[in-house]
């Protein structure tokens, strides 16, 4: 962790002069994170919750007594985190149910936020959870009320949590106690400097990062919740919003880590912001070209790179039913674009029964569409808005790909063609033998 977060700094134990009673650490100069009048006392928290975050969901290992006298800023502009003498343990089962737990909120889905509290130690084994379930649904709804699960003012559901317990099998695990202890000293201390504060806002683009990296079959499958949730439809919002979140935890990285980050934030603050290379010369000639050229964002470098293979397979169905949903006149509209003039002859030579292969778009591959053109317009750095009136411009799409074009062809066109193909052979076996 120390590589990961070089503006955290903790003070070197003395093992000869320690015992069970008492810990003899190094003096480090600073004043109390909460008194500083310093203008960087706002990132010092954010790289704090990130510190946390990542001792809760990723080592384990937790500082459980972060009161305002354990946390200083330092002369040099760090976060000295003192006094580890409370500390408690996590096991994989509970930092990946927090996780799990995250995602399920997210998406409302109290039905298995229930069943998560019961791995996480929240509910005992062989509880009857049906009279739980409405009353942890009222409490979750109540702080997901006016904006989502990242206002969520976190005391007050805990708060909430806890008088649950006067009425039902439910209580707060001991390491909860002190994870809800620590959050609201960290919330507290940034309050006071910015009224606004949310935790859980603050804590997502971690969140996002773990989702998107961690190979751990477990998270990958929460991942995959936290996008399609429990419909199994994707939603291009989500994944905008979870995407948003990522490059917020890069640029915290980077921030947070100052000229000497190293290890694995490190290779995560090199992604973005590098313009995408020119464009294959036979689109260059056929479609006009925006003035600027297209920078490739944090997020789309890190679904052409080897650590977003994962993310990137899973949304691929995704584009191959875009693709496979352009209706015949969209073909024509694409190959207009191009410089062929009159395509319509050509689409009309197709034998009818092959032409019917070419399917009537619906509602449902409007809604694809459209998805899909949100998610372009957002990794080639546009805006995430629908069409007017619903309509689809198959041609924007288009051009707004070309500048990414040459990522894009080797990283995904072939798996792109090989499920189309597929896709399509189908329903030609379908409508020509069925």
């Not at 313009?275 to 479609?287: D, E, G, I, K, Q």
């Not at 009818?352 to 070419?358: D, F």
């Not at 062809?409 to 189309?420: A, E, F, N, Q, T």
Request: hydrophobic share 45%; with cysteine.
């Amino acid at each position: 962790m120390k590589e990961d977060l070089p503006q955290v700094v903790v003070p070197k134990t003395y093992h000869k002069y320690t015992s069970r009673k008492v810990l003899t650490t190094q003096w480090i100069e600073g004043e109390k994170l909460s008194q500083s009048t310093e203008d960087d006392v706002g990132s010092l928290v954010s790289v704090g919750v990130i510190c946390y975050l990542k001792q809760l969901l990723d080592t384990g290992f937790f500082h459980a007594d972060p009161h305002p006298g354990n946390m200083i800023r330092t002369p040099d502009g760090k976060l000295a985190i003192l006094d580890f003498g409370l500390v408690t343990k996590l096991t994989d089962d509970q930092k990946y149910g927090m996780i799990e737990a995250i995602a399920h909120l997210i998406h409302r889905d109290y039905d298995a936020i229930v069943k998560d509290f019961v791995k996480l130690g929240f509910i005992p084994e062989g509880v009857n959870l049906d009279p739980i379930l409405p009353v942890l649904a009222k409490v979750f709804d109540q702080a997901l009320e006016g904006g989502g699960a990242k206002n969520i003012n976190f005391q007050e559901l805990a708060a909430d949590l806890a008088q649950i317990t006067f009425d039902y099998p439910f209580r707060i695990p001991p390491y909860f106690a002190l994870i809800i202890r620590a959050i609201g000293v960290l919330e507290g201390i940034a309050l006071v400097g910015d009224p606004e504060f949310a935790i859980v806002d603050e804590a997502y683009p971690y969140i996002a990062q773990r989702l998107l990296t961690d190979e751990s079959p477990r998270l990958r499958s929460a991942l995959r919740y936290t996008i399609y949730g429990k419909t199994g439809v994707f939603d291009a919002e989500r994944f905008i919003d979870v995407m948003q979140a990522f490059e917020n935890f890069i640029r915290a990285a980077k921030s947070g880590g100052g000229e000497n980050l190293k290890g694995n934030m490190a290779e995560l603050a090199e992604l973005g912001g590098q313009p995408s290379t020119s464009l294959v010369p036979v689109f260059a000639m056929a479609v006009a070209q925006p003035e600027q050229p297209v920078k490739a964002r944090a997020a789309l470098a890190f679904l052409l790179s080897e650590r977003g293979n994962f993310f990137r397979e899973f949304i691929l169905d995704e584009i191959v039913k875009a693709i496979d949903a352009i209706s015949r006149e969209q073909l024509i509209q694409i190959a207009a674009s191009f410089g062929i003039g009159n395509a319509a002859p050509v689409f009309s030579m197709v034998p009818v029964r092959a032409r019917a292969l070419l399917p009537t778009i619906t509602e449902e591959d409007r809604v694809i569409l459209n998805n899909v053109e949100k998610v372009v317009k957002f990794l080639t750095s546009g805006t995430a808005t629908p069409t007017v009136g619903g309509d689809v411009n198959v041609v924007s799409v288009v051009q707004e790909l070309l500048p990414v074009l040459p990522g894009i062809s080797s990283k995904i066109l072939p798996d792109v063609l090989s499920r189309l193909s597929s896709r399509v052979f189908a329903r030609i076996i379908r409508e020509t033998f069925l």
